[in-house]
């Protein structure tokens, strides 16, 4: 029944398919390398994206950018949410409040804008780039709240630099179109 003409076919249909997925895998995974070395944050825009199976199946400079910028806009979302239930938790410092409360609206803003420039970008990367910049304005105005509030939240600082990592992204992505 198993011949050895059976076995090496088998064999070689195993082996080409292997071949294949890893030549595909590996010229996806080629896009999301060249945008990541274009920012300034290369390890993390790596670590950003590789997460999501839909920046590994991007075809395009233009569909892996749309992708980086819905992931900025989801992820940003996730740390807004974040803030939501840093104020219901009642083992939140009371003075953090205020400040967690106006950072939760730069956050949503924010997420918003990122949407915003996944929607633009195949029709005018200028126009994109800018939602870009103005996502990161959201995020520099919470960082300036923290201070002049005279508070230091580190869940909130890291929050405002991972979401500076994906401006950073979202600005590769807008310069490459």
């Given at each position: 029944m198993?011949?050895?003409?059976?076995?090496?076919?088998?064999?070689?249909?195993?082996?080409?398919?292997?071949?294949?997925?890893?030549?595909?895998?590996?010229a996806?995974?080629?896009?999301?390398?060249?945008?990541?070395?274009?920012?300034?944050?290369?390890?993390?825009?790596?670590?950003?994206l590789?997460?999501?199976?839909?920046?590994?199946?991007?075809?395009?400079?233009?569909?892996?950018?749309?992708?980086?910028?819905?992931?900025?806009?989801?992820?940003?979302?996730?740390?807004?949410?974040?803030?939501?239930?840093?104020?219901?938790?009642?083992?939140?410092?009371?003075?953090?409040?205020?400040?967690?409360?106006?950072?939760?609206?730069?956050?949503?803003?924010?997420?918003?804008?990122?949407?915003?420039?996944s929607?633009?970008?195949?029709?005018?990367?200028?126009?994109?780039?800018?939602?870009?910049?103005?996502?990161?304005?959201?995020?520099?105005?919470?960082?300036?709240?923290?201070?002049?509030?005279?508070?230091?939240?580190?869940?909130?600082?890291?929050?405002?630099?991972?979401?500076?990592?994906?401006?950073?992204?979202?600005?590769?992505?807008?310069?490459?179109?």
């Open positions: 198993d011949s050895p003409s059976q076995k090496l076919i088998i064999s070689l249909v195993f082996c080409l398919a292997v071949f294949f997925s890893a030549s595909s895998a590996s996806e995974s080629v896009l999301v390398r060249e945008l990541c070395r274009a920012t300034k944050v290369n390890p993390e825009c790596v670590a950003a590789n997460p999501d199976p839909r920046a590994a199946k991007a075809t395009s400079h233009l569909s892996l950018g749309e992708i980086a910028l819905q992931i900025a806009a989801e992820n940003t979302t996730k740390r807004q949410e974040l803030l939501d239930q840093m104020l219901v938790d009642p083992n939140t410092t009371s003075s953090w409040k205020p400040v967690l409360k106006t950072c939760k609206a730069h956050f949503e803003t924010a997420a918003m804008q990122f949407s915003t420039a929607r633009e970008l195949g029709l005018d990367a200028m126009s994109a780039n800018y939602e870009v910049w103005m996502a990161s304005d959201e995020i520099v105005a919470c960082l300036a709240f923290m201070r002049s509030s005279k508070q230091d939240i580190p869940p909130l600082v890291t929050s405002c630099n991972y979401v500076k990592t994906l401006v950073s992204i979202g600005d590769a992505v807008t310069k490459r179109l």
